[in-house]
């Protein structure tokens, strides 16, 4: 029997999709990553897999009709710009459908016990897509729909969202924030685009408490989002008890990135993928997808990604004494504190 290996969804024609001239969300970020992992020093360390799109019937899990259509009608089209920050190209519909079926495709692979974990290197990313319309670079909404799937598919009952992108993912939230068989756990710069992710956003209806927001202050670094994954995120995991977990996984916190002001270093994020992992093993069967959102520093980016899946593939980055550092509980930061006295109605904090 081969052995479970950590799984990467990859595409060539996720560089289809060109938002145009000059824009962040460029086909060279996947440019850079897949050209690390084609070196030899990672040859055999991973398993790569082509995604299949996701079906207009699995889009409108999670997305209106009307909206559905107005984005396979710019298939094989010019420019099209659809807010001030997203557009389309001739190939961004095929990209942005392979992007969301790459979830799937990851999940599948996971559930069949054929992958111990995965991550999903897609574009367009999706946390910010809403409803009915496209924002942020964002067209469909890869990890909402990825939830659905595990509950309409794979028979999950709860899953855990962790969305650690530098902006709230706005459209995640409102995909579920009456619906308690998704919990939306996020870490984002405050107040920022899109302007959502208050501490008080916590979720409407049968969905009241299941929406925890941790809006953070520029310049918070490595220890300060270890204390709030230690603090809140690994208690509200465990008394959840999650069937899977899936991560919008953006890079865009990173101390160098160009659209942000967070201080989180590649050992950073090889730490918050750390726990994030052992909650899945504790929690779900080791079941978790990683999906990339942001992240607009190319070095960033490439580093970090590689920090996450050496993580998954438990060769770390990190040594002992660097993750005391990172871990050391004695991080102290007023928003843990608020953050569990509006938390403390719904979970033991």
């Known amino acids: ?41 990672v040859a055999g360390l991973f398993r790569s897999m082509v995604p299949r799109p996701a079906s207009r019937e699995e889009l409108a899990w999670n997305h209106s009709e009307r909206y559905i259509e107005r984005i396979a009608r710019t298939s094989g089209g010019t420019h099209k ?3 001030p920050d997203t557009a389309t190209s001739a190939g961004s519909w095929e990209a942005a459908c392979l992007a969301a079926g790459g979830v ?12 111990r974990n995965g991550f999903a290197l897609v574009r367009p990313p999706g946390h ?57 756990f996020s870490t984002h710069q405050y107040p920022y685009y899109p302007g959502s992710g208050s501490l008080h956003q916590v979720g409407r209806g049968k969905g009241e408490g299941f929406t925890v927001n941790v809006p953070m202050s520029p310049s918070a670094g490595d220890r300060e989002y270890g204390a709030v994954f230690n603090k809140i995120l690994v208690p509200v995991c465990r008394e959840y008890s999650p069937d899977f977990i899936l991560v919008s996984a953006g890079f865009d916190t990173y101390h160098h990135d160009p659209l942000g002001g967070m ?6 994020f090889a730490y918050l993928a750390r726990i994030l992992l052992g909650l899945a093993e504790t929690c779900c069967q080791g079941r978790i997808v990683f999906c990339l959102e942001g992240g607009y520093n190319l070095q960033g980016l490439r580093d970090g ?21 990172i871990g050391c509980t004695e991080a102290e930061l007023l928003i843990i504190d608020q953050v569990k006295e509006v938390q403390k109605e719904y979970w033991s904090l």
């Not at 052995?3 to 145009?20: C, F, K």
């Not at 706005?170 to 939306?184: A, E, H, K, M, R």
């Open 128 to 184: 910010h897509a809403e409803f009915d319309h496209a924002m942020g670079f964002c067209l469909f909404n890869n990890i909402a729909l990825g939830a659905h799937y595990g509950i309409k598919k794979l028979g999950a009952e709860r899953i855990l969202i962790v969305d650690w992108d530098l902006h709230h993912g706005n459209g995640t939230q409102n995909s579920f924030y009456d619906n308690p068989d998704v919990l939306y």
């Open 104 to 115: 799937f495709t990851a999940m599948d692979a996971i559930v069949e016990s054929s992958a």
């Open 305 to 325: 990604i590689m920090a996450v899946l050496y993580e998954c593939r438990g060769m770390s980055i990190l040594d002992n004494e660097d993750a005391a550092e």
């Open 263 to 268: 201080k989180v270093t590649v050992k950073g």
């Open 81 to 83: 710009q659809l807010d």
């Open 1 to 41: 029997m081969q052995e479970m290996s950590t799984l990467i969804i990859r595409d060539m024609q996720y560089l289809d999709h060109d938002p145009g001239p000059g824009h962040p969300e460029s086909p060279e970020r996947l440019k850079t990553i897949y050209k690390r992992l084609d070196r030899e020093d």
